[in-house]
């Protein structure tokens, strides 16, 4: 079977906990991938992401938070001192992943793919500050994305969601 070189799920990544995931595991799905920072005026969102993900069957929608220490050195917490900020403040439950660089010649492969029109066939749009969001749709193919002021609850990103749903 050919692999869609245009999809997520050609990726893995390292888990806050250390543990390899392969981002096919999510084949299926609606993802909204975000880079998240915990010292970041936009960390409330945190909040959002958790009730947006609550609030679609996760049989069929996730979050994926990227920790990233890109913009402005907002964050400052390593390995799981992340998850354990985002859970005790925020009530994250969704799947946060290793610190990684999203933008830059440093950029962690996901995030080439995720920014970079030429390698997903769809969409140009490089993180500019954290909170970044992709939206994927179920075929791993990323249609969409808003930038960090657009909150996760909006209008907005809900129907776009459910269009893709």
């Known amino acids: 079977m050919e692999e869609n070189p245009q999809s997520i799920y050609q990726f893995n990544a390292k888990l806050i906990d250390g543990k390899n995931k392969e981002l096919a595991d999510y ?3 609606v993802l909204l991938i975000v880079n998240i920072a ?3 005026g936009f960390a409330p969102q945190l909040k959002e992401l958790q009730e947006l993900r609550d ?3 996760q049989d069929e929608f996730e979050v994926l938070g990227f920790p990233s220490n ?3 050195g907002q964050e400052p917490l390593v390995g799981t001192a992340i998850y354990e900020f985002c859970e005790a403040n925020y009530g994250v439950k969704f799947p946060v992943f ?3 660089m999203v933008r830059g010649s440093q950029a962690n492969p996901i995030y080439k793919f995720l920014s970079n029109k030429d390698l997903n066939g769809h969409i140009k749009s490089t993180p500019r500050w954290n909170f ?9 193919e990323v249609v969409d994305y808003f930038f960090p002021f657009t909150k996760p609850l909006s209008s907005k990103v809900r129907k776009k969601i459910q269009r893709l749903l």
């Open 55 to 57: 609030s679609f069957n």
């Open 70 to 72: 890109d913009f402005g």
């Open 98 to 100: 290793d610190k990684i």
């Open 38 to 40: 915990s010292a970041c």
């Open 132 to 140: 970044h969001k992709y939206l994927v749709n179920k075929n791993g």
């Open 27 to 29: 084949k299926g799905k």
